[in-house]
Nanobody, 122 residues
Framework: QVQLVESGGGLVQAGGSLRLSCAAS????????MGWFRQAPGKEREFVGA????????KYADSVKGRFTISRDNAKNTMYLQMNSLKPEDTAVYYC???????????????WGQGTQVTVSS
């Protein structure tokens, strides 16, 4: 069973940047797509973005497109989320997840990290 641990969250001013990491352990995840979701207080968990097994393809929610970039280093079993031009509405707990297969269409599994808090002040 894979364990996912997010890190890199924190408090940042609007317009600032953060880089989140999602480290996987237990088994290699290089054959699986992975994704980022977030959940703000009182709201449903929402899709942020995802990346395929090789890193050659990714997709993003419209709300973060052009500001956030997902990457992965399969040698390190780690996925990243570079967040630029942060806005107060990006404030949420950010979670990473493993997908069911190599490609984005396979969708997320039930394997989630514990989340990392991102707070953007105005």
């Amino acid at each position: 069973q894979v364990q996912l641990v997010e890190s890199g969250g924190g408090l940042v001013q609007a317009g600032g940047s953060l880089r989140l990491s999602c480290a996987a352990s237990g088994r290699p995840v290089s054959s699986y797509a992975m994704g980022w979701f977030r959940q703000a207080p009182g709201k449903e968990r929402e899709f942020v973005g995802a990346i395929n097994w090789s890193g050659s393809s990714s997709k993003y929610a419209d709300s973060v497109k052009g500001r956030f970039t997902i990457s992965r280093d399969n040698a390190k079993n780690t996925m990243y989320l570079q967040m630029n031009s942060l806005k107060p509405e990006d404030t949420a707990v950010y979670y990473c997840t493993l997908y069911k297969g190599m490609f984005l269409y396979t969708g997320p599994t039930d394997s989630w990290g514990q989340g990392t808090q991102v707070t953007v002040s105005s």
